[in-house]
């Protein structure tokens, strides 16, 4: 973690969105990951995305777990609610804060080494149990704090810096996700801004579990010839499902747009994702296409990229278990004691 704080004179005539802030009021310290990573540049988008939805920062919670990637959380949003939790426990202890006050909107930041190996199965739960969260995954295929190693993302075949081959089958996060109920997915790249930024405002309104897989070279291990996690081989490789942008029910985000056909999904709280086509025909609400399609393009060496999968009428874990709207700790003793009777009630139930 860094200690260096920027600046925090601005100038004048930087724009502000329509809560008046300032980009820069989105930043956070100072980075002391590499120059030239990848996670950076998500901080960076992640900054981005939040001024152009003009979020309060105070109404964010981001939360991590053990990594590089844990790290970034500090270089952005700032002014945010912020934990660092223990390696492979971000899921669980985002849960229990989420169902503590679902006023926040919670923003969870892991690495492919968080949450494919030591995470993977707090990972699968929380798809499972639709926690209303962004969880956004930096996966470089490495252990980038201890030099190196291959994570469980890393590809079969793929070279290691110094010339070890990778023969375990990696696993696919985007993949996983789908299969274990998360109703957003989507697959991008850190050096790909125009994709990112749009698809993480929409996991941000999305009111269920969003996953964003996002490719984030690690310049210091694995961004040499025979890495597939490397920019020039995801450049080269980059197969975009859709050119989309974000717009809220309220203020229209304007975009260009290629000739071509689109579709149009409403979510539930007004705002809609805009999809162009470019290539295919892709339809990110069928579940079963969005999985042959990622296990197609996988077997041809192409990342696919963009929203793989949404489900547009999604129920979150609140939902589900019928919690009240208010934080905890603003209920009073009436309402967390109803009486006797009412324990009476319920204990005739479960009889």
């Known amino acids: 973690m860094t200690y260096i704080t920027k600046p925090k004179l601005h100038h004048p005539s930087l724009q502000k969105n329509s809560v008046g802030l300032t980009r820069r009021d989105y930043e956070g310290r100072i980075s002391t990951l590499c120059a030239g990573c990848g996670h950076d540049s998500i901080s960076a988008t992640i900054v981005q995305a939040c001024y152009e939805l003009a979020l309060e920062p105070h109404r964010v919670a981001k939360l991590s777990g053990i990594g590089c990637s844990s790290k970034a959380p500090t270089y952005f949003l700032g002014n945010s609610h912020g934990f660092n ?41 929380v798809m499972r149990r639709g926690v209303n969260m962004v969880y956004i995954v930096m996966n470089n295929g490495v252990y980038g704090l201890t030099k190196g190693q291959f994570s469980a993302t890393a590809d079969k075949g793929s070279v290691a810096k110094k010339g070890a081959v990778n023969n375990d089958a990696g696993i696919d996060l985007a993949s996983l996700a789908i299969l274990m109920g998360a109703t957003f997915v989507a697959r991008s790249f850190s050096g790909d801004k125009h994709q990112l930024v749009p698809l993480i405002k929409a996991a941000i ?28 081989y995801v450049r080269e490789h980059n197969e975009a499902l859709n050119r989309l942008d974000f717009i809220t ?55 696919a990229t963009g929203l793989l999968y949404l489900d547009a009428r999604p129920r979150d874990l609140h939902a589900n278990l019928r919690t009240v709207r208010a934080p905890l700790n603003s209920l009073d003793e009436p309402e967390l004691c109803p009486g006797s009777a009412v324990l009476d009630g319920i204990n005739a139930g479960l009889r």
């Open 85 to 125: 939790t223990v390696h492979g426990r971000m899921p669980s202890v985002l849960t229990g804060a989420s169902l503590a006050n679902r006023e926040l909107i919670y923003m969870g930041v892991s690495g492919d080494g968080d949450s494919a190996s030591i995470g993977l199965g707090q990972f699968a739960h």
């Open 249 to 303: 029910g309220r203020d229209p985000i304007e975009a260009e747009y290629d000739p071509g056909s689109s579709i149009a999904i409403e979510q539930p709280d007004g705002s809609t994702i805009r999809l162009a086509k470019i290539a295919t025909d892709y339809d990110p609400s069928d579940k079963a296409a969005a999985l042959a399609h990622i296990q197609e393009k996988e077997r041809d060496g192409e990342v």
């Open 205 to 232: 309104n999305h009111p269920g579990a969003a996953i964003l897989d996002v490719i984030s070279p690690c310049v210091a291990f694995n961004n040499h010839k025979g890495s597939t996690r490397s920019y020039d």
